[in-house]
Nanobody, 120 residues
Framework: QVQLAESGGGLAQPGGCLRLSCAASGSFFSIDTMGWYRQAPGKERELVGTINTDLLTTYGDSVKGRFTISRDDAKNTVYVQMNSLKPEDTAVYYC??????????????WGQGTLVTVSS
């Protein structure tokens, strides 16, 4: 069974930084695009950014220039480095990945989410 597990959430001050990690575990053939989304209280889930197997990245408008997504395929892990944090970055951050399991076609998997709170 494939699982995604996020880590690194917590409390940060405005202007501070945090780094989130998300590791895929279980049995699978390959991982394609990986990414991060977030959902603030009372709001819809929104894109933070994605990274594909060619290391091409996309970012949501609200985080461009402040957040950087990277991946380590040897560790089946995707990261997001979050700098210049703002209170409006407060949200539950979810990682997702397009993974081909041992049986079947590629499908999207989600982590359980990790809370990031930006407050003084």
């Amino acid at each position: 069974q494939v699982q995604l597990a996020e880590s690194g959430g917590g409390l940060a001050q405005p202007g501070g930084c945090l780094r989130l990690s998300c590791a895929a575990s279980g049995s699978f053939f390959s991982i394609d695009t990986m990414g991060w989304y977030r959902q603030a209280p009372g709001k819809e889930r929104e894109l933070v950014g994605t990274i594909n197997t060619d290391l091409l990245t996309t970012y949501g408008d609200s985080v461009k220039g402040r957040f950087t997504i990277s991946r380590d395929d040897a560790k089946n892990t995707v990261y997001v480095q979050m700098n210049s944090l703002k209170p409006e970055d407060t949200a539950v951050y979810y990682c997702n990945a397009l993974i081909r399991p041992l049986y079947g076609e590629y499908r999207t998997y989600w982590g359980q989410g990790t809370l990031v709170t930006v407050s003084s």
